[in-house]
């Protein structure tokens, strides 16, 4: 009679972690923490648990690498291209559909460039073209992206021979991802396409899958601001504004008082999050600089029509740039694309409500 109450009891603990376990009670995931005393980043445990609040968050399931709701090529790789900034290269083709720009300087005090991020989508066309600068290398590095350029500074061109990452440069013209137009001068008229750069990238067997786990996200009510606006400050021509619309719940993007406007669909580029990150730059030689990308600064971030301050902070060349609140917890950003603009500390951003 004992042996059978031993072997009822065993079976009702088991029925009951079954039912725990299909539940999802011991579901557990891994996050990243950043030690700050050692500058090091740790794995940990977390269990998974269903908060409530004012604020529905998606699950890591719903949300692709990108930030997007819906992804289907979201473990496919990203390409990271090189863009010009110039004027007589306006309006961009494909930069609306990117999914990360970092903006920086490559002059100090001067002209600014982008890199632009394609992982949902990847643009039928890419351009203008520019070419690589050392700083935008581990930037691509830290969202494991297949770097993509037309030249670059000699500085950038000893450290992508040392394969610091796979890269697709217009130099060498690899099975022909690169092409000019007849409408732009050169070296204004480089560019590229979504099928080329894919084709390239299968046939020169670089790694396909992507690596990059992304930044964490959250669905959000618009905020009750009518109208704000948030001006970066570069210089001159380069100045960049990003005006608030709550209907959408995204920040139009002007550029030299003129709407930025991507040529292959003739509509205003919009971002769902702003970061301005404060770093140092000096130049370095000639028209060359040097941004300082690596430890930890001072950040801003916009998004839901409001502005938290925090910092970034990236280990190593290679690591995640990660944007924190003063508190060190990780920023999650509205569901959409990001443009990270990155000043240099003697230049500031205004936002007038």
Request: charge should be neutral; include cysteine.
């Given at each position: 009679?004992?042996n059978i109450k031993i072997i009822?009891?065993?079976?009702?603990?088991?029925?009951?972690?079954?039912?725990?376990?299909?539940?999802?009670?011991?579901?557990?995931?891994?996050?990243?923490?950043?030690?700050?005393?050692?500058?090091?980043?740790?794995?940990?445990?977390?269990?998974?648990?269903?908060v409530k609040n004012d604020v529905?968050?998606?699950?890591?399931?719903?949300?692709?690498?990108?930030?997007?709701?819906?992804?289907?090529?979201?473990?496919?790789?990203?390409?990271?291209?090189?863009?010009?900034?110039?004027?007589?290269?306006?309006?961009?083709?494909?930069?609306?559909?990117?999914?990360?720009?970092?903006?920086?300087?490559?002059?100090?005090?001067?002209?600014?460039?982008?890199?632009?991020?394609?992982?949902?989508?990847?643009?039928?066309?890419?351009?203008?073209?520019?070419?690589?600068?050392?700083?935008?290398?581990?930037?691509?590095?830290?969202?494991?992206?297949?770097?993509?350029?037309?030249?670059?500074?000699?500085?950038?061109?000893?450290?992508?021979?040392?394969?610091?990452?796979?890269?697709?440069?217009?130099?060498?013209?690899?099975?022909?991802?690169?092409?000019?137009?007849?409408?732009?001068?050169?070296?204004?008229?480089?560019?590229?396409?979504?099928?080329?750069?894919?084709?390239?990238?299968?046939?020169?067997?670089?790694?396909?899958?992507?690596?990059?786990?992304?930044?964490?996200?959250?669905?959000?009510?618009?905020?009750?601001?009518?109208?704000?606006?948030?001006?970066?400050?570069?210089?001159?021509?380069?100045?960049?504004?990003?005006?608030?619309?709550?209907?959408?719940?995204?920040?139009?993007?002007?550029?030299?008082?003129?709407?930025?406007?991507?040529?292959?669909?003739?509509?205003?580029?919009?971002?769902?999050?702003?970061?301005?990150?404060?770093?140092?730059?000096?130049?370095?030689?000639?028209?060359?600089?040097?941004?300082?990308?690596?430890?930890?600064?001072?950040?801003?971030?916009?998004?839901?029509?409001?502005?938290?301050?925090?910092?970034?902070?990236?280990?190593?060349?290679?690591?995640?740039?990660?944007?924190?609140?003063?508190?060190?917890?990780?920023?999650?950003?509205?569901?959409?694309?990001?443009?990270?603009?990155?000043?240099?500390?003697?230049?500031?951003?205004?936002?007038?409500?």
């Amino acid at each position: 009679m004992k042996n059978i109450k031993i072997i009822i009891g065993v079976i009702i603990i088991l029925a009951v972690f079954a039912y725990l376990g299909n539940s999802g009670f011991f579901n557990r995931q891994n996050y990243e923490i950043i030690n700050e005393s050692k500058g090091v980043i740790i794995s940990a445990p977390e269990t998974s648990v269903v908060v409530k609040n004012d604020v529905d968050e998606l699950s890591d399931e719903a949300v692709t690498p990108y930030g997007q709701e819906s992804c289907q090529n979201s473990t496919r790789r990203s390409i990271a291209v090189m863009l010009a900034i110039d004027a007589i290269t306006r309006p961009l083709s494909g930069i609306s559909e990117a999914d990360i720009v970092f903006e920086m300087p490559v002059i100090t005090d001067s002209i600014t460039r982008l890199m632009a991020v394609f992982g949902c989508i990847i643009p039928t066309e890419i351009g203008s073209i520019r070419s690589a600068r050392h700083d935008f290398i581990d930037l691509a590095k830290s969202v494991d992206a297949i770097f993509v350029h037309w030249g670059g500074s000699h500085f950038a061109l000893d450290k992508l021979k040392t394969g610091a990452i796979d890269d697709l440069d217009a130099l060498a013209n690899p099975y022909g991802v690169f092409y000019r137009k007849n409408n732009l001068p050169a070296p204004h008229n480089g560019f590229t396409n979504g099928e080329k750069i894919l084709a390239a990238a299968a046939k020169l067997g670089f790694r396909m899958e992507n690596n990059f786990k992304g930044y964490s996200r959250e669905n959000l009510q618009p905020a009750n601001y009518d109208l704000q606006t948030i001006i970066i400050g570069y210089p001159g021509e380069f100045r960049v504004e990003y005006k608030y619309d709550a209907a959408t719940n995204s920040y139009l993007r002007w550029r030299g008082g003129k709407k930025e406007i991507d040529r292959n669909n003739k509509k205003q580029v919009t971002a769902k999050n702003v970061v301005v990150l404060y770093a140092q730059s000096k130049q370095i030689e000639g028209e060359y600089n040097d941004v300082v990308l690596e430890g930890k600064g001072k950040a801003e971030f916009y998004r839901n029509g409001e502005k938290i301050e925090g910092v970034w902070q990236k280990n190593a060349s290679s690591a995640k740039l990660y944007f924190l609140d003063n508190f060190g917890t990780e920023i999650k950003f509205a569901t959409g694309n990001i443009w990270v603009e990155i000043i240099q500390t003697n230049q500031k951003t205004e936002w007038l409500k």
